[in-house]
């Protein structure tokens, strides 16, 4: 079963606007991490927040966390033809293993 | 720094097949999980292992199963192949394993993809 779920479950912007994608969880964690994947491809790590964080940026990424809403965001600004991808959240609570939400399908129109 | 490698990438099998795949993680990351991604199911954790050790397992019958060798590499197998099997399956690494303290960035590989038919 997935802890999270995100939303919405596909988001279509053009070039230049800035998308937005929204992860919501059921558990405690120690950390959250958004990961994009591309076309059935490999997953790529892009940020990760701890627990006791409440904001963290990353180039044109930026992620906030509210633990006690039990939830998370993610904010690509400047999108870009090649920000067109899949982007999952996944929560880590014990070890390394990581409970995936069901991803967001983001389009970016050139 | 070399990334996660997973052999071979593309698997056609046939049910009641058995099947292996291969991960090696990030030089000098010692931690190795397993994830399978469905279109119905998403990304699911199969297992953990660190140190040769199954150190976390996922909600998968038993054939499925897996293994760490002393230079971290890693390999599943699934027995008894059904067609629900078919996915991607993804072979993560991390430099460690902290117990329920924390979890570490995984670095994913490209995946092998698996068809059963």
């Known amino acids: 079963s997935q802890q999270g779920e995100e939303d919405p479950q596909a988001l279509s912007i053009q070039e230049g606007e800035n998308a937005t994608m929204n992860c919501s969880y059921k558990?405690?964690?120690?950390?959250l991490q958004w990961y994009r994947q591309n076309s059935g491809r490999g997953l790529v790590h892009l940020i990760l927040?701890?627990?006791?964080?409440r904001e963290k940026h990353s180039g044109r990424l930026r992620v906030t966390l509210d633990t006690s809403k039990k939830s998370s965001s993610l904010l690509i600004t400047a999108s870009r033809a090649a920000d067109t991808a899949s982007y999952f959240c996944a929560t880590g609570a014990a070890g390394n293993k990581l409970t995936f939400g069901g991803g967001t399908r983001v389009l970016v129109k050139p | 720094k070399a990334g996660v490698t997973q052999t071979p990438r593309y698997l056609i099998k046939t049910r009641g097949q058995q099947v292996t795949l291969s991960c090696s993680p990030i030089s000098g990351h010692r931690s190795v999980s397993w994830y399978q991604q469905t279109p119905g199911q998403g990304l699911q954790f199969l297992f953990e292992?660190?140190?040769?050790?199954?150190?976390n397992k996922g909600n998968f019958p038993g054939r499925f199963s897996g293994r760490q060798f002393s230079n971290s590499r890693s390999e599943m197998n699934v027995s008894t192949l059904e067609l629900g099997d078919s996915a991607l399956y993804l072979c993560?690494?991390?430099?460690?394993?902290?117990?329920?303290?924390?979890?570490?960035?995984?670095?994913f590989g490209p995946g092998t993809r698996l068809t059963v038919l």
């Open positions: 558990t405690s964690i120690n950390n």
């Open positions: 292992y660190f140190s040769e050790t199954q150190r």
């Open positions: 993560a690494s991390s430099f460690t394993y902290r117990g329920p303290v924390s979890t570490d960035t995984q670095y």
């Open positions: 927040i701890r627990s006791n964080e």
